[in-house]
């Protein structure tokens, strides 16, 4: 195999991922925002670089991060939806032009599917994203920008409501009240998907693509929720009534099969 990737961000995705890569043969780098941290993982066999992304630059141990890699991937929370402010397009400028001064030509940066605003509807790669939130607007800014990049080549991957391990997003519903959009679709993915689909990136050598990548299972929120608390012997939770032909979001992909050839493995 003898190709070496870097992940930008060891967290709930990034250190499964790196595992599962190095199972496969591949060299992994990671990266993490604290020398503490780096030096945990590295005690486990991770080879890790302390790198801290701030909105006033990029600090740490980055051009040895970069260095002799073959492909980076991207999976640095952007820390947008507790309303804090943040300006997570300034901190990805500065990790671009860092990226941009490295030897790094291939790039996978994971985004979300929050880009698309429920008055879209049903949504393919095709659609061009319509931003809501302040939230959305800087993610699609994030993906413009290193799409863009004519220094390297970059897939984006829109990911849906991520799940798997100990987290089942009916653990934070179960027995609320009165919960609006339950008639909305469900669009989640697994995270042993999540995992498979960006090791088939990397593998088939697939840059300059869109990919969004949700499961291709989209029951309504009130049946979804209700059965996955019965399941987990949870308090179901209650959704209020709502208009009649309301439009909401529901993500599907023409590029995963078409391009990836891929075939999900979990149902949500």
Partial sequence: MNKTIAIAGLGWLGKPFSIHLQNLGYRIKGSVTSIEKAGTL????IETYPVEISEDG???????FLKDIDCLVIMIPPGLRKNTGANHVAKMSHFLNEIEKSSVKNVIL???TSVYSDAQGTVTEKDKPIAETNAAKQLIEV????FSSEVFKTTIVRFGGL???KRQPVRYLAGRKNLNHGNAPVNLIHRDDCIAIL???IKQDSFGHIFNAVTPFHPIKRHYYTQ???ELNLEPPSYSKEKENTVY????SINLPNILGYTFKQQA
């Fill in 228 to 230: 996955k608390a019965t």
């Fill in 143 to 146: 993906e413009k920008i290193f």
């Fill in 58 to 64: 990029v600090s740490g141990e980055v051009e040895a």
């Fill in 249 to 252: 979001k529901k993500v599907t």
């Fill in 199 to 201: 090791s088939e990136i």
């Fill in 163 to 165: 799940l798997g391990g």
């Fill in 110 to 112: 994971v985004s979300s």
């Fill in 42 to 45: 590295q005690r486990n066999g």
